[in-house]
């Protein structure tokens, strides 16, 4: 049988939680938007095998076949990661 660990559990209920709280003061908000700058920060600059295979298949694909535009989205989101912290 499938178990999640209960640390994982906690922490999805946490955030659906918030992303709950999030849309009652603003409707089109979307937890993975705000969150897309860090996790492209991660994947472009850790240097874990995991996160390097993410990475590749996230830019390649399955069929293996670069997409520019998942690159450009990726750039983007680490220069809006950069602009925020360094503020």
């Known amino acids: 049988p499938f178990r999640i660990p209960p640390y994982f559990t906690l ?4 955030i659906g939680v918030l992303e709950g709280i999030a849309l009652v003061g603003n ?10 700058p860090y996790i ?3 994947l472009m ?9 993410a990475l590749r298949y996230m830019v390649y694909g399955r069929e293996g076949s670069f997409d520019a535009e998942k690159l450009i989205d990726l750039l983007q989101a680490l220069e809006k990661f950069s602009a925020v912290k360094d503020k």
């Open 27 to 36: 409707p089109e908000f979307a937890i993975i938007d705000e969150a897309y």
């Open 40 to 42: 492209a920060r991660r």
């Open 45 to 53: 600059t850790d240097d874990s095998p995991r996160l390097k295979a």
């Open 11 to 14: 922490v999805i209920r946490a």
